[in-house]
Every structure is written in structure tokens, then in C-alpha cells.
């Protein structure tokens, strides 16, 4: 699986941004798909992931409330829509997959699959 994440860019506080990753050379429909991240001088942190079928989803304290996962299969697709941005979730973001696609792990060793990521800059 090859996975490329976009929709990247520099916003305000308060603004809005969608990530996008879409997948190549197989299908993602049975896996679990995680989004991380990774600030300047940082470990890479989880942030949201959602199961093969999209019934279970999980996010990090610090976006709970203020993003939404989701998937389109039939896309090979995956979005991260983020709301009220701020400073702190300045990052690289990675997508990443899981072969074991009903957990939605919080952990980087669970997943399979990484994408290169795609740059975050939020501006107070």
C-alpha cells in the first residue's frame, strides 16, 4: 500500500483545514487507517484513527471535539477534517494503515503502512 497524504497548509488559530490520504496499489477497505503526528523536536503522537467499516473511531485528548475522521472506501480515501485549529497542532501529519483493520490503535508499531506527510502550520 502506498499512501500520500495532502491538504497541508499554514492557517490561523481558529481556522479549519482537511487532510486528505489517498491510497495506491491496494485497497485499504479492510484496514484500520490512523492519522499521527509530528512536531519539531517531538516523538510522532496519535491522532484519530477509524476501523475497515468506519463504526469505531478514536482521537487524542488534544483534538477530541474539534476533528472528525472518516473514510470512502470506494475512494481508497481517507480525510481528517480539523477545527479550531491551534498553534499546538502545528505538525507533519502521517496516515498510516493497519492490516488489522477492527482496532483502532493509538500505537505507531501497530501500523503497517506510513505515508510521507503533509505540513501543518497554525499561526497565532
Known amino acids: 500500500v502506498q499512501l500520500q497524504a495532502s491538504g497541508g497548509g499554514s492557517v490561523q488559530a481558529g481556522g479549519s483545514l482537511r487532510l486528505s490520504c489517498a491510497a495506491s496499489?491496494?485497497?485499504?477497505?479492510?484496514?484500520?487507517m490512523g492519522w499521527f503526528r509530528q512536531a519539531p523536536g517531538k516523538e510522532r503522537e496519535f491522532v484519530a484513527a477509524i476501523s475497515w467499516n468506519g463504526g469505531t473511531t478514536n482521537f487524542a485528548d488534544s483534538v477530541k471535539g474539534r476533528s472528525t475522521i472518516s473514510r470512502d472506501n470506494a475512494k481508497n480515501t481517507v480525510y481528517l477534517q480539523m477545527n479550531s485549529l491551534k498553534p499546538e497542532d502545528t505538525a507533519v501529519y502521517y496516515c498510516a494503515a493497519d492490516f488489522d483493520g477492527r482496532k483502532v490503535s493509538v500505537a505507531t508499531n501497530s501500523y503497517e503502512y506510513w505515508g510521507r506527510g503533509t505540513l501543518v502550520t497554525v499561526s497565532s
Open positions: 496499489e491496494r485497497a485499504i477497505s479492510w484496514y484500520t
